[in-house]
């Protein structure tokens, strides 16, 4: 607080109602004890003729104190009504009065003598206001004078100054001024102390401030204020923000939260009962009658001032509600936290996850997966999926009850995307504006790897100046995600999300609609139970010509799955008259270019519209056709690549002499396929006239993926010990010198562990420079050492024979290459480190294919893999084989039914020429 130094007391003189020092005292006031003057701010005028005032600040708010003027009364304000009293009308000129003492004395330095008390504890006296170097104001005098108050009749005390404020009252009511003013000439405010319809207040503004003045300042970031012309009174809380506040306590006193004392105080001292402007920006959800708003001071944005000195947070919930400079709150808050201010005392900033090469990237939309993740292919040709930072795809809604909420959880992992609302409009949304455009990628965040779900890398990304995510929101098609109030790991632009979150609520759009959403109703036609579906809707399509299609997913260079939008239906859909590459599936090899075909078709037409022609339907449901795209047909363009050939069926087609001419194009230049003939070398195979059954117990030491496991005899487990103890006492006993050992290729070694710093016995698959690839040869597992972690076995260990053996899974397909990484998550945790009954099946040149029991259950462990939708069963005729081959097509039927794993988009089984109709 700042104090004027009070001025010696002198004499009083009538010049402008300002006291000069220089003059003597009259005989009246010589006779009178001058009353002790006293320092202080006006905090409030409560009327014409009460205020508060408050004291000097030290370590906290200062104390306050009301003072009445003494010799006047003012007319009375009305008050705000309650369920008891009315709160009355305000009598003539009480408004006028208390706004002239208003704007003449708060925030302003007085002196004041308190000149008599009542019983009631009431304290009545004078106040000086300073008005240059030596000279002061008596505010009763400048009071009567203006007619704003009247001479109290009977005033107590012994106030020299009666007889001039008679005197000043007379002039006043002869001029007909103030209190004294005819009757035609008084003016009473009609307050509206409750707002019937709170939304209008809002939106008859269209977004222009209100003049106001804060009345009462409940705690920093809530207020109650007058607006103007009309005389509302509103409850207003500080938009995109939140302050500490007072929680009431059983006994019905209020108890502070740290800071909020002093939080109220800097609100109060600086707006308390001063004219501002106030925007309202809605409703707060909870109360439903208090305001949103922003107020503006001619000195600033209280909000921000609250931010910066780290009395307040941004509040996520209503931040977006903010209709101007939200990004200055982010920057006052920041400023706040790295000062460590007040509410961030403690706080720690987060440390960074992601190399800042990696931070930002252009590149070209290859995929939508989902509403909240897309597949980005860099400049330098890599596929980056990204995630859309701090936004959140539509949701199944919960359901209510245990039963509801079990099936609601099950829906959530395996519908399809247009069995949830607003999922597929969203995708649709993004596929239209996205799909091989160029966008710029800002990293914002890394989500670690956590309940089985990879690491994610969350992104803004933009395309030109649209932010993607905010423009998804503001469509109703997402929302953003609330994180919680400690958490900075969000998107960059998270406030222009929540606004736009907030702009799709008051439209009612998408997610936010009240009416029941419509779903798309899609038949799936990829499932083989829908054959019959098929075959009846062959002539439409038939008889339709080129039909517009979305290319939703590609299993190989021929072999795609489509959506139909005019028919409302996915399918399956071959190449006709082309025969194409195999790329890698399960433990089936990539033929020559497979891989490339896959790609080159996928980068051509993933989520892109194609037409589509169709000429047949196969036995298993799959659509025989040609697939064009900007007029240019897919066949046609494999072949001229030599990324495929004719099939011998091509002469059946209208655009045989197309491909013909492509073929002939490609033998000439010697593209692809046709640049030299690869000859497959077939497989020698075992075979098993019938099934062996010699199961062994043994312990899964290491995974490798889906399909690939390493194991040991758990029977061998003494010798196994009884060989380690060997090795660490010998390197205890000689500890190896770094550097004797030169490591070479396939040679058995001894290797220190990284994870345990334990030495095991290893081979070595590679010697990189200082660095080798190492194998434990007990357990399975690899990895790169330096050359100081390896040493010469000691004499004696390495006469047990390695006690890991790899192994495959028998019967069973690798899953596809998008779902590889999953998948062996999945097996691991099934698996690793467990007990099985293990059963080598067969053996080709890929090696040792085996089953695997549960040493107690019996489950076999592939029909649970199955049945997860992870891998895919191989099927063998064998006779002897028919019962395990039923057990797995259970499985696997299951999976393709419930839609789980890799079956989410429909069929997965290996693209067989024979089974697609392809050879006639």
Request: proline letters at 4%; a positive charge.
């Given at each position: 607080c700042r104090h004027h130094r009070a001025p010696p007391w002198p004499p009083p003189h009538r010049e402008g109602f300002c006291i000069k020092q220089s003059e003597a005292k009259t005989p009246a006031m010589a006779s009178a004890q001058p009353a002790t003057r006293q320092h202080g701010v006006v905090k409030q005028v409560l009327s014409g003729d009460t205020v508060v005032i408050r004291g000097p600040a030290r370590g906290g708010p200062p104390p306050e104190r009301t003072l009445s003027i003494a010799g006047i009364t003012a007319p009375r304000l009305g008050r705000r009504p309650t369920e008891k009293d009315d709160g009355g009308r305000d009598e003539p000129w009480a408004w006028a009065s208390r706004e002239y003492l208003r704007k003449k004395l708060v925030g302003k330095d007085v002196t004041f003598t308190v000149d008599y008390k009542v019983p009631n504890g009431r304290e009545f006296g004078t106040i000086f206001l300073a008005t240059g170097p030596g000279e002061e104001e008596n505010i009763t005098k400048s009071i009567i004078r203006d007619g704003m108050a009247r001479v109290r009749e009977g005033a107590r005390g012994d106030n020299p100054d009666m007889e001039e404020f008679s005197r000043l009252a007379t002039v006043a009511s002869d001029n007909k001024i103030g209190v004294y003013a005819p009757e035609s000439a008084v003016s009473v405010r009609n307050c509206n102390w409750t707002q019937e319809n709170?939304?209008?207040?809002?939106?008859?503004?269209?977004?222009?401030?209100?003049?106001?003045?804060?009345?009462?300042?409940?705690?920093?970031?809530?207020?109650?204020?007058?607006?103007?012309?009309?005389?509302?009174?509103?409850?207003?809380?500080?938009?995109?923000?939140?302050?500490?506040?007072?929680?009431?306590?059983?006994?019905?006193?209020?108890?502070?939260?740290?800071?909020?004392?002093?939080?109220?105080?800097?609100?109060?001292?600086?707006?308390?009962?001063?004219?501002?402007?106030?925007?309202?920006?809605?409703?707060?959800?909870?109360?439903?009658?208090?305001?949103?708003?922003?107020?503006?001071?001619?000195?600033?944005?209280?909000?921000?001032?609250?931010?910066?000195?780290?009395?307040?947070?941004?509040?996520?919930?209503?931040?977006?509600?903010?209709?101007?400079?939200?990004?200055?709150?982010?920057?006052?808050?920041?400023?706040?936290?790295?000062?460590?201010?007040?509410?961030?005392?403690?706080?720690?900033?987060?440390?960074?996850?992601?190399?800042?090469?990696?931070?930002?990237?252009?590149?070209?939309?290859?995929?939508?997966?989902?509403?909240?993740?897309?597949?980005?292919?860099?400049?330098?040709?890599?596929?980056?999926?990204?995630?859309?930072?701090?936004?959140?795809?539509?949701?199944?809604?919960?359901?209510?009850?245990?039963?509801?909420?079990?099936?609601?959880?099950?829906?959530?992992?395996?519908?399809?995307?247009?069995?949830?609302?607003?999922?597929?409009?969203?995708?649709?949304?993004?596929?239209?504006?996205?799909?091989?455009?160029?966008?710029?990628?800002?990293?914002?965040?890394?989500k670690p790897a956590a309940e089985g779900f990879p690491e994610k890398h969350c992104a803004t990304v933009m395309v030109g100046d649209i932010d993607i995510g905010e423009a998804l929101i503001s469509k109703g098609l997402a929302t953003a995600v609330r994180h919680r109030q400690d958490d900075d790991q969000r998107s960059a632009h998270y406030d222009n999300l929540l606004a736009a979150e907030t702009r799709a609520q008051k439209n009612a759009k998408g997610v936010h609609s009240p009416k029941e959403p419509s779903l798309q109703r899609v038949n799936d036609l990829t499932q083989r139970e829908n054959k019959a579906v098929a075959d009846r809707l062959l002539p439409s399509l038939q008889r339709a010509g080129r039909t517009t299609a979305v290319v939703e997913f590609v299993a190989s260079g021929s072999r795609l799955r489509l959506y139909v939008p005019k028919e409302s239906c996915i399918l399956s859909l071959v190449l006709a008259g082309v025969a194409c590459p195999r790329s890698g599936y399960g433990d089936q090899p990539s033929e020559p270019f497979g891989d490339e075909a896959a790609a080159f078709a996928r980068q051509l037409l993933l989520q892109h519209e194609v037409e589509v022609e169709i000429e047949s339907i196969d036995k298993t449901g799959n659509f025989v056709g040609h697939i064009f795209i900007d007029g240019q047909s897919l066949s046609v363009a494999l072949i001229q690549r030599g990324l495929s050939s004719m099939h011998s069926s091509a002469d059946r087609y209208k655009n045989y002499s197309a491909l013909l001419a492509a073929e002939t194009e490609a033998k000439a230049a010697k593209k692809g396929l046709y640049a030299f003939l690869v000859e497959k070398k077939p497989e020698e195979v075992v075979e098993i006239k019938e099934r062996r059954t010699d199961f062994k117990r043994v312990i899964v030491t290491e995974v490798t993926s889906a399909t690939k496991f390493w194991v040991q005899v758990a029977d061998n487990g003494p010798q196994i010990d009884a060989m380690m103890a060997a090795l660490t006492a010998a390197f205890r006993e000689s500890p190896p010198m770094v550097g004797a050992y030169t490591s070479k290729k396939n040679e058995l070694c001894a290797s220190k562990f990284s994870a345990d710093g334990q030495w095991y016995r290893a081979r070595v698959l590679k010697v990189t420079g200082r660095d080798a690839e190492v194998l434990y040869v007990d357990y399975g597992n690899t990895e790169t050492v330096p050359a100081s972690s390896l040493a010469a076995l000691p004499s004696g260990t390495a006469s047990l024979a390695p006690q890991a053996r790899e192994l495959n899974l028998a019967f069973v397909n690798a899953p596809l290459e998008d779902w590889a990484s999953e998948a062996a998550e999945y097996v691991r945790d099934l698996i690793l480190n467990k007990t099985f009954l293990c059963n080598v099946e067969y053996k080709t040149d890929a090696g040792e294919f085996a089953t695997l029991l549960d040493e107690k259950s019996k489950i076999d462990a592939a029909t649970l893999i199955l049945a997860e939708g992870y891998v895919t069963m191989q099927k063998r005729r064998e006779a002897y084989l028919a019962p395990l081959m039923a057990e797995y097509q259970k499985a696997q039927s299951h999976a393709s039914s419930t839609r789980a794993g890799m079956w989410i988009h429909g069929d997965v089984t290996p693209d067989d020429d024979r089974e697609f109709g392809m050879h006639r």
């Open positions: 709170q939304r209008a207040l809002i939106d008859s503004a269209k977004g222009k401030p209100y003049d106001a003045i804060i009345e009462q300042v409940r705690d920093a970031s809530t207020i109650r204020a007058f607006l103007f012309p009309g005389f509302q009174y509103i409850t207003v809380m500080l938009t995109g923000i939140k302050t500490p506040g007072f929680k009431r306590k059983e006994d019905g006193t209020e108890a502070a939260e740290p800071f909020a004392e002093q939080a109220k105080f800097f609100v109060e001292s600086r707006l308390l009962q001063k004219e501002v402007r106030i925007v309202l920006e809605g409703v707060q959800s909870q109360s439903g009658t208090n305001y949103l708003g922003t107020i503006l001071h001619p000195a600033g944005n209280i909000s921000e001032l609250l931010l910066a000195e780290g009395f307040a947070r941004i509040n996520d919930g209503h931040i977006g509600s903010v209709t101007a400079d939200r990004e200055k709150y982010r920057a006052a808050e920041q400023a706040a936290k790295a000062k460590k201010l007040r509410l961030w005392a403690n706080y720690t900033p987060p440390t960074a996850n992601l190399d800042i090469k990696d931070k930002s990237f252009t590149g070209v939309v290859e995929e939508i997966v989902n509403p909240e993740c897309l597949v980005v292919r860099t400049a330098a040709g890599a596929s980056r999926k990204i995630f859309l930072a701090s936004v959140r795809q539509p949701r199944v809604a919960k359901a209510e009850g245990e039963a509801g909420a079990a099936a609601a959880a099950k829906k959530r992992g395996l519908a399809a995307m247009w069995e949830i609302p607003y999922m597929f409009e969203a995708r649709e949304f993004l596929r239209k504006k996205l799909i091989g455009q160029k966008v710029k990628v800002d990293i914002d965040y890394v």
